[in-house]
């Protein structure tokens, strides 16, 4: 209660998802370019008692301003993946100098922890993914059951889950082979500036299509809904029988799959996942997530799972389990946090 939240964003998407989320109960500006003169400034105004960055958000010009002022910069969810390591093992002067002017870094995982160990000389805290105790609102479960009241309480419904630049194209191939009778596939862009983009890739192969954003029932003629809207990706989740989370069919990372096993929807990733390694396999462990080596395969189980309601209620259960049994991420990280803001400011 002490202290005013200000939260930084990088282009206007994730400024618009900040707005709905919290309103006026922060602080909201872009992070500047990490140039010197802008970060300076940007510091001077602000005059912020402590900083965190997320995941993989490493600024040298930022790290190394804020060292010097003496105001404590940490690294929370901190992630690294096998891929990003190599990379850093090519500069890695550069990149431990970054590093280690952190005050702090709290990793997801263990195998996180340790490749961020090669190059940090302090202590690295094991905390967890936050993302696991992101709760599913019970307003966009409700909203959930209607969309599926107009997409169609009887169709089959599959969804693919934040996609990416060059995969539409092969889940349209998907589309061409699943033979589940009546099947409506969603499609939602990871990135709302490509969903003209989608529109008309669809246009273009004669797809018959909706948009979420028209608000209206689904015709029975309608193949694709695409999901053209904001904020509302806990909803798509409940209204679909099964899941595909995209950025995984093409060697891009993969997107976080914890949403969907989190409202319990089975869940079909591709080969891609090295952003979210350790959570993907867990999932795919416990029984909650499936993988498949691409278009062909991820048609071959969509068509499977729609016709077997009893695997799909088992993956369901297995995704509830999992998600429950990996929360308290976020209270470990402000118990590491907030003993910084209890030693002296500069």
């Known amino acids: 209660p002490r202290y005013q939240i200000l939260l930084t964003h990088m282009e206007p998407t ?8 919290w309103g006026d109960g922060v602080l909201r500006c872009y992070l500047p370019y990490d140039y010197p003169f802008a970060v300076k400034k940007f510091l001077r105004h602000f005059q912020p008692r402590l900083g965190i960055l997320l995941e993989t958000e490493l600024w040298p010009n930022l790290i190394s301003i804020c060292h010097e002022q003496r105001m404590p910069l940490t690294l929370v969810n901190a992630r690294l993946s096998e891929r990003s390591a190599r990379g850093y093992a090519r500069f ?32 690295i805290y ?48 998907t589309l061409q082979k699943i033979q589940t009778s009546g099947a409506l596939a969603i499609i939602v862009p990871r990135h ?27 015709a029975p003629s309608t193949r694709v809904v695409l999901g053209d809207s904001m ?16 950025g995984s069919l093409l060697p891009l990372g993969g997107q976080n799959l914890i949403e969907a096993c989190a409202v319990g ?17 867990q999932a795919i462990t416990c029984g909650a997530a499936k993988r498949v080596a691409g278009a062909s395969e991820l048609a071959q189980e969509i068509d499977q799972l729609l016709a077997n309601p009893a695997q799909r209620k088992s993956m369901a259960a297995a995704g509830l389990a999992f998600t429950a049994a990996h929360r308290g991420a976020s209270a470990r990280a402000y118990e590491r946090v907030s003993s910084l803001l209890a030693q002296p400011g500069p």
């Not at 280690?100 to 490749?115: C, S, V, W, Y």
């Not at 983009?197 to 029932?217: G, P, T, Y």
């Open 126 to 173: 094991l905390t967890g993914n936050l993302k696991f105790d992101n709760d599913v609102p019970s307003a966009q479960v409700d909203l959930g059951k209607k969309m599926r009241e107009q997409f169609g309480e009887n169709r089959p419904i599959w969804l693919a889950a934040s996609t990416r630049d060059g995969e539409e194209k092969l889940l349209l191939e």
């Open 231 to 246: 904020g509302e990706m806990f909803a798509y989740f409940a209204a679909s029988d099964v899941a595909f989370i995209g």
């Open 14 to 21: 994730g400024r618009a998802t900040s707005e709905e989320l």
């Open 265 to 281: 929807t089975p869940v079909l990733i591709g080969p891609h996942t090295f952003n979210f390694a350790e959570a993907t396999d």
């Open 192 to 218: 709302p500036q490509r969903f003209n983009e989608v529109a008309e890739l669809l246009k273009s192969d004669q797809i018959a299509f909706q948009r979420r954003s028209e608000n209206a029932a689904i």
């Open 92 to 123: 890695p002067a550069l990149a431990g100098d970054a590093l280690n002017k952190l005050a702090l870094i709290a990793a997801q995982t263990k195998d996180d922890g340790d490749r961020l160990q090669s190059l940090f000389s302090g202590d």
